[in-house]
């Protein structure tokens, strides 16, 4: 089973909006709503910012928000802040009964 | 308060073997998977394993598949990830997350296996 397709960074300026995206296959990302992101920040244990595909757990920011075309998953961050600045992986359910992580995201608030 | 605390550091030596912890508290046990994740050093994250705690069910990724053997102790809600015999690219953090309907939500502090050569 093959990572799933991050870009290795994007960047934006303070309050800017910035669009990560995740890119799979029928077996995967387009397959299933079982997709998550999450926010990794060094030396830290990941985060959980968004689950089944558009959905935001209690207590994450509302400027966190996910969407899905096809086999692409998508996680936008608007109003960026520099707390933002971290690694950032999707992760999908997949036909084989395990799950799969994206290759990673680092996102630089300049 | 939903915890995963993880067992301590370890540093081993090649050839060795290792046993290392991810205790549940604050939910019930089952009917939550727990799901162990790789990170090398700066690298990215990779499932490993998945066991659910009601049956011991169990599945591993084929990269981890008989490199590695999870399992559980419902009696403690403690989880298990353990080697029979380390090799040096063993050497990461290693994460235990509890997972339901394909959310990991809750995730350990991580553990620091360092193996030497």
């Known amino acids: 089973q093959s990572a799933l397709t991050q870009p290795a960074s994007v960047s934006g300026s303070l309050g800017q909006s910035i669009t990560i995206s995740c890119t799979g296959t029928?077996?995967?990302?387009?397959?299933?709503?079982?997709v998550s992101w999450y926010q990794q920040h060094p030396g830290k244990a990941p985060k959980l910012v968004i689950y089944d595909v558009s959905h935001r757990p209690s207590g994450v920011s509302d400027r966190f928000s996910g969407s899905r075309s096809g086999n692409t998953a998508s996680l936008t961050i608007s109003g960026l802040q520099a707390e933002d600045e971290a690694d950032y992986y999707c992760?999908?359910?997949?036909?084989?009964?395990?799950?799969?992580f994206g290759t990673g995201t680092k996102v630089t608030v300049l | 308060e939903v915890q995963l605390l993880q067992s301590g550091a370890e540093v081993k030596e090649a050839g060795e073997s290792l046993k290392i912890s991810c205790k549940a508290s604050?939910?019930?046990?089952?009917?939550?998977?727990i799901g162990w994740v790789r990170q090398m050093p700066g690298k990215g994250l990779e499932w490993m394993a998945f066991?659910?705690?009601?049956?011991?069910?169990?599945k591993y990724s084929p990269s981890f598949q008989g490199q590695v053997t999870i399992s559980v102790d419902k009696s403690i809600s403690t989880a298990y990830l353990q080697w029979t015999s380390l090799k040096a690219s063993d050497t990461a953090i290693y994460f235990c997350?509890?997972?339901?309907?394909?959310?990991?939500?809750?995730w350990g502090q991580g553990t620091l296996v360092t193996v030497s050569s």
């Open positions: 997350a509890r997972g339901i309907t394909g959310t990991w939500d809750h």
């Open positions: 066991i659910y705690p009601a049956d011991s069910d169990t």
């Open positions: 992760s999908s359910y997949t036909r084989s009964t395990i799950y799969v």
């Open positions: 604050g939910y019930s046990f089952p009917p939550y998977w």
């Open positions: 029928s077996s995967d990302v387009g397959g299933y709503d079982f």
